[in-house]
């Protein structure tokens, strides 16, 4: 199982920045080519008041901050002259979405985001697809009216470019960032997140296009189960389904540092024995690419290679 | 706005020291100057049982540690040798000045360490003005005392030479490196803010001369606001009023790694608007400069100075 | 006191992986070999589901997965090729030995292990020891019967070679890693400390021949006590008595990074006045060597390069 795909974490959640210019950019695109990366997903154009490209609804709206650079048109050029499919992802407010929030105002923002950025980007000829980055684990209120709505648009102006989501598992290790614990004892059963998953995936079929569940929120021997339910679903409701390969690790107290390469590969190898189309990961830059920050992440990019060319 | 001034974080309270040795403080004063600073600020000159020179009241007093080199020294001679002005640092008990503490030793004991420091090195060209380095948020009991004693006697033996302190914001980030958390719910207001602190500076005036308020405990769209408060009460009460801009990031939950170039853009920005005098850094070595243990503060060195050459 | 021996930390428990291949490990020995390394101690030889060689016993019986290679013979061989001995770390389950398993469980697997791996590397020339890794710090339940049956059977089928404990002070900064403090308050005395393991000594000798406790849960000051009372226990039962100095700093929020080379020195120093017999260190390849991920430890490692040529 290669991966061919990654997210571009800009703008970050919860990983530090790692302030490269224009011309770090373009190496990394090199170095994922050379791995063969073939496809680049913006994780999302904005978060609370971080954004990606100039929104004028964004700032308008939300008061954000206009950002040094645009990013989408880095990330879109960048993308044509290294041969690469581009997934753009949409806003997270950070709030509205939540148990308390506005949740049709997520929508509303969005809704405009989209024509927006299509408007301003959608001529390009590698802008490829769309990635909803509302994250669940669960069938949380509203979370398929959102995917509904928000994928069928997305779709509606760009001629039916395809739709991706990457939810995670309720798994042991489903721990925000913040928390200092690495495990939880309420994880969920493969058959709630079976039952729960059918019910959202027949309320987003022909909005939402590709799914791809986040790899790292179980235990490795849970893998094989979790990704053959996954499958199963998707192929019932006429998903594609793909796998996010986390390339980070969730089981050491500094959070998050590049994974180590037997516990990729064995996800990788699962999600090939379960069948899953093709394999993303989460993330190339800061995880897998020779000039990470972290080192290690260049090692990974070495095993990882050696494997890929014996394979 | 210019940073100008960096503190030197020896001895470290939460950062995990970098090892350097003689050749690399000097390459960290060369980078230091290329970027524009012109003042250095050593953040304490003990804590603890840790110190920076071979301070002889601290040994016998307090048990403290022989360092292996003397700091205070090499600073000033890599001072001198780059054309900077350097600001001793006192010394933090760590306890002392605490709730429970025995509030007059902290001050008893740093009378001791003013003396003997300016016996030591008072005779160098470059040491050019003192740090108050007890960092609090709100009126703490015993604070306007304790800079008021401290700062009249740096001043009294060294000729007059200028005092800082740095105090920090008791806004929603305001939470120790040791707490998994990011954020709290109990932050100060404006209001409170403005109060507490027109009172600590009637109280220190003409033993303090400048504030430089930690940037980095409010969230971004409240900086303006406080900003605006420090300096009104600043002018008020005959303070010089610098920033302390944050050049680590407080929103990641690797406690700590440098900050997103945007953030620090952003403040800087805000403290131009709101006419603050200078602008330092906490801090160069481990968040901006090119030979950081960290790769991300050679990227950040680089972003700002591209907006430097670009102002 | 010099360092002359270092754990080698894989497979890992709570520090990141450096993903290192082959030719990452043999440049590593040389880094050691030119700081004086002669031992390395492969800290355990499976955790949980990983192993570093493909036992057969713990595939079988606690479904661990595959390696990618056979770390147990990469080490032999860079041992033998730079002139090292090596001990071998036993299997820690992470639940066995715990207060609510089957601690028989534990000990039962380790014997089988025993028995497979001497079979398999006992031929090799390099083989000078074994390491029992079950770290404690207080006389819980059965570990006395788990070092002194481990022990006799790892002497028995390897004529004799030496058993090494490395437990730890349950001391203030007795935390676990992904616990977001740093210090505790319930901490053991130096009475209690004492007593438990008097009676621990004398439970396992002749089944355990060195005794290697970590030097990093206390204060610095408590070192000189506590290495005074370790030494006269080992005296007494006739153990031999090394120091397990960690080169990673407990007192930071990020855990772990490099120690202060200062804190290190103070330790060893400490080792020395009580008439330690040897040093080791846990450890070197991600806290001390020049190619670690994290570059303080290359400066660590320059730092300790000039004290030894002083010393």
Not at 60 to 67: D, I, M
Not at 134 to 157: F, M, N, P, W
Request: proline share 4%; glycine share 6%.
């Amino acid at each position: 199982m290669k991966l061919t795909g990654t997210f571009l974490d800009e703008i970050s959640h919860d990983i530090p920045h790692q302030n490269w210019g224009i011309k770090e950019w373009d190496t990394d695109f090199q170095h994922m080519k050379r791995m063969g990366i073939d496809t680049v997903i913006l994780i999302r154009c904005g978060y609370k008041n971080w954004l990606t490209y100039p929104s004028e609804v964004l700032q308008q709206e939300e008061g954000a901050y206009e950002p040094p650079v645009d990013l989408v048109r880095l990330f879109l050029d960048l993308s044509e002259k290294h041969g690469m499919a581009f997934y753009f992802g949409l806003y997270d407010s950070g709030k509205y979405w939540w148990a308390q929030g506005d949740f049709q105002r997520e929508v509303a923002l969005n809704l405009r985001v989209i024509d927006e950025v299509w408007e301003r980007y959608g001529s390009s000829p590698v802008f490829k697809g769309w990635y909803i980055c509302q994250e669940v684990s669960r069938k949380t209120a509203g979370i398929i009216d959102l995917y509904r709505q928000l994928g069928l648009h997305c779709k509606k102006v760009s001629g039916g470019l395809p739709t991706l989501i990457s939810p995670y598992i309720d798994g042991q290790k489903a721990i925000m960032a913040s928390e200092a614990e690495l495990t939880k004892t309420d994880a969920v059963s493969l058959q709630e997140h079976e039952a729960e998953w059918d019910e959202i995936f027949a309320g987003i079929r022909e909005a939402v296009d590709i799914v791809a569940f986040q790899d790292g929120h179980v235990d490795y021997h849970q893998l094989a189960d979790y990704f053959a339910v996954n499958k199963r679903l998707a192929d019932r409701h006429g998903l594609r389904c793909w796998t996010n390969a986390e390339s980070f690790d969730r089981d050491m107290p500094i959070k998050f540092l590049p994974i180590k390469w037997e516990k990729l590969r064995l996800k990788l190898e699962a999600a090939r024995a379960a069948g899953l189309e093709k394999a993303i990961t989460f993330e190339f830059s800061h995880f897998m690419s020779p000039q990470s920050a972290y080192p290690q992440a260049g090692h990974l990019y070495n095993r990882y290679q050696e494997y890929r060319n014996e394979h």
